[in-house]
């Protein structure tokens, strides 16, 4: 899942990271976010979007880390067909999640996006027919929100 690096734009020690998911399910599923964990540090959470049956995506990011491959995981959440939301892990077994699970995801995924990150930490993702912008997803966080007697 991991390889060894040293990021030759920054000289940071590191690890290339690698992770595919399939939606094996007859289903769509919907609001996927996918992170991956190497040690002490993490990539993501990327906001992915829908995957139809069967389609596949992989990712391919840097991850800078010391730590070796003791505590790697690659992970996925998303909203299934029946609006149920979903913890999908490579070391774990499916799991249920909630509304207090979206938070901290969200959160994570705040602070990745406002990251200044290179392109070989920003990661290459494929099998998606778009990608997020995040530069645009980061500025949405300051907006306002409005409540429903706006």
């Known amino acids: 899942m991991t ?5 030759a734009t920054q000289s940071s020690p590191g690890r290339i990271a690698h992770l595919v998911i399939t939606n094996a399910s007859t289903d769509p599923i919907f609001k996927m976010r996918i992170k ?6 993490a990539w993501g959470p990327q906001l992915i979007g829908g995957l ?3 389609q596949r995506i992989s ?3 840097f991850v800078a880390t010391t730590a070796d491959d003791s505590n790697t995981d690659g992970y996925a ?11 999908a892990s490579a070391r774990k ?3 249920q999640d909630g509304e207090s699970g979206l938070a901290d995801w969200i959160s994570e995924g705040r602070d990745f996006a406002s990251r200044d990150l290179t392109p070989i930490e920003r990661g290459q993702t494929s099998g998606v027919d778009l990608i997020p912008n995040l530069e645009e997803w980061v500025t949405q966080f300051d907006r306002p929100q409005l409540t429903a007697s706006e």
């Open 3 to 7: 390889q060894p690096i040293v990021n």
């Open 36 to 41: 991956v964990i190497v040690g002490d540090s």
């Open 52 to 54: 139809t049956p069967g």
């Open 59 to 61: 990712l391919t990011a």
């Open 77 to 87: 959440r998303f909203v299934d067909s029946r609006s149920v939301a979903w913890v």
């Open 93 to 95: 077994a499916l799991r």
